[in-house]
């Protein structure tokens, strides 16, 4: 569940691994030094970050898409947007998942719940995001 400094990049290393609405993605970016592979999610209004898991970067856009988008900017190293705050436990621990050094265990620990019941706060995040950029694309939202 690592995550990591947005790597420089040349056009010849990336490619887009997923693409979703509203110009926003995830771009697939080897290393050609070491041959190392991050995924990096882009979003308009939003400075970007960077993931070794690609269900990692999948999970956060879809707190994204679920909190209709977010800045991390001026949140700190260590701080939460307080849009993602306000949203509710299953929210928070989906983006507490993708932060650097965390997993189920220590959100189950940290919150008190059993792993199972983390998976589906996470679980409820992905079928949302999914129901809210379905429901965008029949309004004709690309």
Known sequence: ???????????????????????????????????????????????GCSFDDPEVAELYADVYFDVNGFEEAGTGDRGVPPTIIQAGRDTLVAYLFTQPHTDVYWLASFYGEKPEKIQRYINRVEKRATKIREGAREHGME
């Not at 040349?10 to 070491?34: A, C, F, G, K």
Request: proline fraction near 9%.
């Open 1 to 47: 569940m690592s995550r990591s400094e947005t790597p420089p990049t040349t056009p010849e290393d990336e490619t887009v691994y997923r693409d979703y609405i509203l110009d926003v993605r995830i771009v697939e970016h080897r290393s050609q030094t070491d041959g190392d592979v991050q995924y990096r999610f882009e979003a308009p209004h939003h400075e």
